[in-house]
């Protein structure tokens, strides 16, 4: 029987046979006369038909036994014979047979750990951010080797290249290998030491990060460009221009935006953004100008059914989405250097509070005596900040302010 699999429909299946997923190809779960659910994959080899079991429903769930599915076809793929990961990990004391004869590939593994570390971690895009990085930099060198075999010059391979031009993100990166390959050790997948660790192996041949760094800041739009600059954006007709307008009108980091829902927004004209969202684990509220309105007003009509504030078909950008658009305008600069031009701006052009341009970047504040006497999140002067700075970015004289 082919049919497309929910959780209700596996819930109440009972009469003994096999069922195919109509989703998921070559995905099936068996119900034995006994009353037993298990899940297999299914596919042909040189004109044989083979199963390979992936585990007992309901504690191998829809979702997983699909992941594990798409996971063992994705390799059939590429050429290779279907090797389930996770009953590696799953017999810890023949793992590291298991790994050298059949091959625990790098990439199979690292998405693994992501998935199941997945909801330990705040915030959801952690892991998608984690991924990105691994399958740019690490998986087109270290995918397809066998974790037991991957040294310190394969690591070398994938940060050298990297180390002093996109320092911060290779450090992260590197901080990721080593997480994963110390759950590689653990499981006894492994029985080499990790070739990503800093101390006593790669600070012995890579400079220390904030040594590279130097100090460097976010590239940033001189200020006398920013109203041309939005202009160029109100020209486009496209949701991440909208998007890109809105992160600027309101100082805000990326994740804050492409990770904005519609819940979020209180009475039209203040936004909430749940600590779990924020850099600092504290909800931060952002009052919206008429102008920042209106975006969200165009954003809804192009895709009414969604969740987020900024989507398409009711997907949320991605993270690279206003850098991409950037590029296509010709810019080299980075979206966060906007927040710097909006800081350069309060300084140099207003008589705005210093620590009020603080709070509306939602920065931490560094002295614990302040933090603690300082209660509210002065809202009523970021208010009027932020009505300033969109006027500023809209090229909008004292009349027009006026007028409006």
């Known amino acids: ?113 992501i998935e199941a570390k997945r909801s330990e971690w705040r915030n959801k ?12 930099y690490a998986f087109p060198i270290l995918g397809h080797k066998n974790l037991e075999e991957i040294d310190l010059e394969d690591v070398l391979k994938v940060l050298s290249p990297i180390w002093t031009t996109k320092t911060e993100t290779a450090s992260r990166l590197r901080g990721r290998l080593e997480w994963i390959f110390a759950a590689a050790i653990t499981r006894k997948l492994r029985r080499a030491e990790n070739p990503a660790a800093w101390r006593g192996l790669l600070a012995t041949v890579l400079p220390k990060p904030n040594k590279v760094k130097s100090g460097k800041h976010h590239a940033a739009l001189p200020l006398q460009e920013v109203p041309s600059f939005i202009k160029a954006l109100q020209d486009l007709d496209c949701v991440s221009a909208l998007a890109l307008e809105f992160l600027i009108l309101n100082a805000n980091r ?31 509220r952002v009052p919206l100008t ?4 209106d975006i969200l007003t165009i954003a809804a009509s192009k895709d009414p059914g969604s969740d987020y504030l900024f989507s398409r078909e009711g997907r949320p950008l991605s993270n690279m989405a206003m850098l991409a658009l950037m590029r296509r305008l010709g810019s080299n600069l980075t979206v966060h250097g906007f927040r710097s031009t909006f800081r350069d701006w309060v300084g140099e052009m207003t008589e705005h509070r210093s620590e009020v341009a603080e709070m509306a970047l939602a920065h931490s504040i560094q002295n614990k005596t302040e933090a603690a006497y300082r209660r509210g999140d002065l809202l009523e002067p970021r208010r009027a900040l932020m009505a300033d700075w969109g006027s500023f970015c809209l090229g909008l004289t004292n009349q027009d302010q006026q007028a409006r």
Request: net charge positive; aromatic share 10%.
């Open 1 to 113: 029987m082919n049919t497309a699999f929910t959780d209700t429909f596996l819930k109440n299946l009972a009469i003994p046979g096999r069922y195919s997923d109509r989703d998921t190809r070559g995905l099936s779960i068996q119900i034995k006369k006994q009353g037993g659910k298990y899940w297999t994959f299914r596919y042909l080899k040189g004109g044989t038909r083979r199963d390979v079991s992936l585990g007992a429903y309901p504690s191998v769930t829809l979702r997983e036994a699909r992941r594990r599915a798409t996971q063992l076809r994705s390799q059939l793929f590429e050429g290779l014979s279907p090797e389930p990961s996770w009953k590696v990990m799953e017999k810890p004391e023949a793992a590291v047979r298991i790994a050298v004869e059949n091959g625990v590939y790098f990439s199979q593994f690292a998405i693994d750990c």
């Open 254 to 284: 990326t994740g804050e935006v492409i990770g904005a829902l519609r819940s979020e927004l209180n009475s039209g004209d203040l936004w909430i953004i749940p600590g779990s969202r924020m850099k600092a684990g504290k909800p931060h």
């Open 125 to 136: 895009k952690h892991a998608d951010q984690w991924l990105s990085t691994l399958k740019t």
């Open 290 to 293: 008429q102008r920042s309105r």
